[in-house]
């Protein structure tokens, strides 16, 4: 598990540019500042720590600030459409959570909640749209339907949501909705001409570049 894992196939959440300036995202009502993105995102660094030790992997930042933020857009719009719904999180999810629990136990106490919270989001996201999905087939009076039918019925109403609510995103973030999936891309409006500066514009993270960045830019 890394903080770079996507978001769970099949959900679309949609980005502009459209967020006020120090907010990284804003999922409807909810807003995700660039300070709270560095500090979760810094905390999975440390949290991860040992991991990309023993896997000799290093990171540069800003593709841990990516895929923390992915992480917090999925568990934010997952906990808006629960409470539109009036749902609770299953067992399913919490099941995942205790797993989560056991492994955050030999990481430092400070980043534990985070780690849990942020991992789990996937688990969060399916488990609110199979609850919605069992719902949605029941008000149209579908009997005894299928897994593959209440999830498909959850993911519309997770595909619907952003155009109804709104999910904006900071372009700096790299963040875009392709074929109804989050994903990195290059958003950057400037034109990276040097080597160094094109990979740092890369979607996907180059060990090699991230070793010879700063300590403040690089994890692992």
């Given at each position: 598990m890394t903080v770079a894992t996507t978001v769970a196939a099949g959900l679309l959440l949609s980005s502009c540019a459209g967020a006020s300036p120090g907010v990284a995202a804003k999922v409807g009502d909810e807003e995700l500042t660039?300070?709270?993105?560095?500090?979760?995102a810094g905390e999975m660094c440390t949290a991860l720590g040992d991991q990309f030790a023993a896997q000799n992997t290093v990171l540069p930042m800003s593709f841990v600030r990516q895929g923390t933020l992915q992480l917090m857009i999925l568990r934010t719009q997952a906990l808006a459409v629960?409470?539109?719904?009036?749902?609770?999180?299953?067992?399913?999810?919490n099941n995942d959570v205790a797993q989560r629990q056991r492994t955050a136990a030999s990481m430092p106490d400070a980043v534990q909640d985070t780690y849990v919270e942020l991992t789990s989001a996937n688990a969060l996201a399916t488990d609110i749209v199979n609850q919605v999905g069992k719902i949605v087939l029941a008000d149209q009076g579908?009997?005894?339907?299928?897994?593959?039918?209440?999830?498909?019925?959850?993911?519309?109403?997770?595909?619907?949501?952003?155009?109804?609510?709104?999910?904006?995103?900071?372009?700096?973030?790299?963040?875009e909705s392709s074929d109804?999936?989050?994903?990195?891309?290059?958003?950057?409006?400037?034109?990276?001409?040097?080597?160094?500066?094109?990979?740092?514009?890369?979607?996907?993270?180059?060990?090699?570049?991230?070793?010879?960045?700063?300590?403040?830019?690089?994890?692992?």
């Open positions: 660039v300070r709270q993105v560095d500090t979760a629960a409470d539109q719904y009036g749902l609770e999180p299953g067992s399913s999810y579908v009997a005894d339907p299928t897994d593959e039918q209440v999830t498909q019925a959850g993911v519309d109403v997770f595909n619907q949501w952003p155009d109804a609510h709104g999910v904006d995103i900071d372009p700096r973030y790299g963040l109804g999936v989050l994903t990195p891309v290059d958003t950057n409006t400037s034109v990276a001409v040097g080597e160094v500066a094109k990979k740092g514009l890369a979607t996907e993270p180059d060990t090699a570049f991230a070793r010879t960045l700063p300590l403040t830019q690089r994890c692992g």
